[in-house]
């Protein structure tokens, strides 16, 4: 078979402990743990969309580009069958790989691009969101601009569709309740990630959001944090990654005080 350069997933076995976590969120069933390993069994099983990437407690799934077979749909089926035995298809071509995974040029609506824990499924979410809530006084409108699930940076899939040439916005998590207007000054058309750089493990945040970086070609990245001096980790993890990345990318931090105001924008 013809092989070109593309996306395929890279497992480091000394990193991988086994637990199998990775497997699941595989929906064509290109990695498998043999021998106490999580392996990938075929090349032409990987989409290289990267959804096994943030449900890897080790950081030991990457993607890199190399020489490999195309990607080839009719022998996911056949290798589904024989894995995943009775198991109903993921995707609109009967196993697991969705067109609309790829973006929204591709479909409308929920497209999900990883299997496993429903709730860690990397999906774009419609535009115009939900049905708005009335605001105080009933006078005002909200809506919701999240444009995607999940947003916690561990699960955030380094290569989701929904981050390609995106405006991306990396917030401390307490940023969101204290900011007011969070949605429509900072989230509104923009792709978003969250962590929490004290209480988080941040050992695999610097090579996730270089991969993020490096991957997809980002417009821009900004920085939201609180004023207290903890959140200033996020900063330096991001800084790391653009460095780690070796793209360049406009970058820009905004602080927020614990009383909710913006206490100073700055580029990076």
């Not at 593309?6 to 990695?31: N, W």
């Not at 959804?51 to 890199?64: K, M, R």
């Amino acid at each position: 078979m013809t092989k070109a350069k593309r996306l395929v997933v890279k497992i480091d076995e000394d990193k991988c402990d086994g637990c199998g976590l990775c497997v699941p969120s595989c929906a064509e069933g290109a990695i498998q743990i043999i021998a106490g390993k999580a392996r990938l069994v075929g090349d032409n099983l990987c989409d290289g969309l990267g959804a096994c990437l943030g449900h890897c407690p080790q950081d030991a799934i990457t993607l890199e580009e190399r020489e490999a077979e195309a990607f080839d749909e009719s022998a996911v089926g056949v290798h589904l069958a024989k894995v995943r035995p009775g198991a109903k298809p993921h995707g609109r071509n009967g196993h697991g790989h969705d067109p609309a995974a790829h973006g929204p040029a591709h479909g409308h609506g929920h497209a999900a691009v990883s299997g496993g824990c429903p709730g860690a499924r990397a999906m774009s979410l419609r535009p115009e969101g939900g049905k708005p809530e009335t605001g105080q006084g009933g006078s005002e409108p909200l809506r919701s601009e999240l444009g995607q699930w999940p947003v916690q940076l561990a699960l955030v899939p380094a290569a989701a569709p929904y981050l390609k040439g995106a405006d991306l916005m990396v917030a401390a998590d307490c940023v969101p309740l204290a900011y007011p207007d969070f949605h429509r000054k900072f989230l509104k058309g923009r792709a978003v990630v969250i962590a929490c750089p004290k209480l988080d493990d941040t050992g695999p945040y610097v090579q996730k959001l270089a991969d993020m970086i490096r991957l997809n070609d980002l417009n821009s990245v900004t920085v939201a944090v609180m004023e207290v001096p903890c959140c200033g980790g996020l900063v330096r993890l991001v800084k790391a990654a653009m460095q780690e990345a070796g793209v360049a990318v406009t970058a820009r931090q905004v602080s927020v005080g614990i009383r909710g105001e913006i206490v100073e924008e700055k580029r990076l």
